[in-house]
């Protein structure tokens, strides 16, 4: 049987009732989740590629992820990984999703989602090992890669922690504002959520982040919602088995067509270790508003009240116009080729 | 960051297509594992918050749960739990369960379950560890807290064990007997239905209860049914990984628009340990049936043909009669204050 | 509490949402799921019933099975096996499936399966220990029992191991060629996917094949497909916790209103296993399209390109004539009785 390169993977999923909201579109987390499974298989399986320290793949960061497109049920979803780039001791995975639909053959990108993952050792978890190099189809791939390992890295130690952060229940919110749809979710994790390594898939964790980005969403604007885009998300600490887990969701900015999302990962993990609740993860997700066609539809502002509610407003409103303005230099520079 | 009440949670879960009937409501047995899976959580912090031995609490009993409104899919369903009561070794937890509708934003109460939990320590299952005082808020809640504690301690003490009760198969039965929508299954407990100490949730096997009872009412009546109410359940028996549960439901009473299906969960550990199968569980739900409109419509009667089964019939319409008289004596009571 | 038969076992499931396709229609694989757990906790409940070693039942061989009719969503499974057979080392299982219509009362046979288990001690996987014989109502029972057993164990021996099989992605493939519908996906074994060995479920993976196959099928002729049968599937190889699966179908052979499509399955052990990369499990599913309303329709030719494309299209029309002369011969021999 010939070798499979071990840098490549593709794979094809249904999509199922389950995995949508009622107006039948798939829910970005579930996307999220496969990307993450995908990206931790394939790093996984390079890192084991040569007679090493047998070893599992973490997933340590995702750059920022647009949902190009709404995939819906009965749909299938082709996922398609690539590592682009190793460092001494991380990964970069390069995962593609295109909804098909079965019936018409009809293709979409739905996301190209870029992935880092280090691998910890089986044996002993806080020991990282050595990733085995990949060879470059060209010399300026290893250093475009080796340019992307240096930003993510400065990025990560940049991370605003937002550790003082915690979301309160609020007496009788008003309509539009922050505390009338804000919400939370706990979770006890179970072994099916984790790792050979007894520690929560990031995948899991990012599904579970957009259930509550979405009840938010919901709330505020009573219509249909999607996922429109997940900013970088950091894992910087490790969940293990048995924990338990509160995940909370707050809305910090909107503008007229989207809502921007602040999502907390807490873990308890009370149980076998003499450890405090601390922060997990912490993510921006960006959701739009549908109509039944699938149209665009505008959301109501936002209506801030505090001082702090007012701050992350505008730090919002940064994010989105700087987003927007790297989107347009994008546009342009591609009609100039 | 600021430290959270150990003894209050809140948690928002979206309801999906697998967790309803096909008139899209959604399963008492869903609901039931959502409310144990909240108290697990809550009384398991609570008897880790201090410096004692690290514990995982266990279900001992749910009291008698009333369904109030039927939930549907595409809603949220909103749990809060609290502890009320601590007694030495067992924690007694609140856990109300409000459904949204996320388009029109209404709300409405759902259930309000008491359960009791016991904490076993994490490195031997057999031993009971103690439970942190709570703080009351005024001097009565301990009192009537201790006062309930003592009922159900009695409670258990009396549960009639029906372990001579078999279900076997009867061959052709005659429409709206006993032996024609008796129904049982069988399932093999894997990891994921375990807590930390390998044995299996209370919500787990109350899930799987509530589905071979919706089966029995379904058969009897062949419409749409739904979970009306739960007896009070005692688990005195542990379940472990690894065994293989048969969980069993017959009809026991009908009044004009309700049916009471009476459930027995027996294990088989058979693959490590030399002890028999033996019956871990058993309780009583009832079920109405309920029209496209959702108007409860009238129940055929069930037929009794054995001794047995007349006894039972009118031990389930003694049931039924004293919570008739139960709740017009609150409804009088609260038409007083 | 009365002793109940090890040998026999009855259990019903609700199919839901989640289990069918966008038609409604359960996939096999879900059915292929439910009979292979009824199977193993009968044997594993047989193997344990006298004082031996304490052992698990892992599935051997499936002989083939027909979907004679489709289960909808709402229907209840009924799933009932026996032990016909046992050997020193092996149990025969005889599973029957029958669809219920909860609202009709109405009943079909939809599967007739038999399955081969074989007991490995829970100390020491490796080893198989020795089946308790059951009693037979008649002589010739045994008889005929032990004839099916030296059949099968002869076949076993014959399995075309079909290692040097790969398939590899085709680049713009023409429609209804057979890279054009070729499809896979990768999964990662977790600990709800294994036995208390530590092994997946045969059920499991006969699922995941039923998965691609479906895909195969469905993009090969754009129109709601349905399982038809799954010839005899050998279990020679076992997949531990925390391995890859790879599961790849093609397409083989197309008779005017079925398609055959062949499934392998690779696991990678990479983790903890110096093992490499190696073939688990290959089988060959028919698959029927069907019309909204039931009917079977005209399946569209397959194309084949290469030489061994050829082959393997004159190999499945054996297959196919084989199959319908021994049903033909069936018909016959019962219009004689």
């Not at 003082?164 to 979770?187: A, K, M, R, W």
């Not at 604007?221 to 970088?232: F, L, M, R, Y």
């Not at 921007?260 to 993860?281: G, H, L, M, T």
């Not at 509610?309 to 100039?336: D, H, I, N, P």
Request: aromatic share 6%; proline share 4%; net charge neutral.
């Amino acid at each position: 049987m010939q070798a499979v390169p071990v840098t490549l993977l593709a794979s094809a999923w249904i999509m199922r009732p389950d995995d949508a909201n009622f107006a039948g579109n798939v829910h970005g987390g579930i996307i999220l989740k496969m990307i993450e499974e995908a990206g931790a298989i394939i790093s996984t399986r390079h890192c084991n590629s040569q007679d090493g320290e047998p070893c599992v793949a973490a997933l340590a960061r995702v750059e920022r992820t647009d949902f190009l497109s709404p995939v819906c049920i009965g749909e299938v979803a082709n996922v398609s990984a690539e590592i682009t780039y190793t460092s001494r001791h991380s990964v970069e995975v390069q995962v593609n999703v295109m909804s098909e639909n079965i019936l018409t053959g009809a293709k979409k990108v739905t996301n190209k989602a870029t992935l880092w993952y280090v691998p910890l050792s089986l044996k002993n978890v806080n020991k990282v090992v050595e990733v085995p190099p990949i060879q470059y189809a060209r010399k300026e791939q290893e250093e475009e890669g080796k340019k992307r390992y240096e930003e993510q890295k400065l990025d990560r130690l940049e991370t605003k922690q937002r550790n003082g952060d915690v979301i309160f229940p609020i007496i009788n919110p008003e309509p539009h504002t922050v505390g009338y749809s804000q919400s939370s979710l706990i979770h006890l994790v179970g072994p099916s959520d984790c790792t050979l390594l007894g520690f929560v898939h990031g995948g899991v964790t990012m599904k579970l982040m957009d259930e509550v980005a979405g009840i938010v969403a919901a709330r505020h604007c009573k219509t249909n919602i999607v996922t429109a885009s997940v900013d970088a998300i950091n894992f910087h600490e490790k969940i293990k088995k048995g924990s338990v887990i509160t995940i909370s969701g707050r809305m910090t900015f909107t503008s007229n067509k989207s809502m921007e999302i602040e999502v907390f990962v807490d873990a308890d993990p009370f149980v076998d270790e003499a450890r405090e609740r601390y922060r997990a993860v912490s993510a921006f997700f960006t959701y739009v508003s549908l109509s039944k066609e699938g149209k665009p539809l505008p959301v109501p502002q936002l209506l801030t009240e505090t001082e702090d509610e007012k701050r992350r407003f505008e730090e919002g409103k940064g994010r989105y116009l700087q987003t927007k303005a790297k989107r347009q230099a994008q546009l342009q520079q591609a009609a100039l080729q």
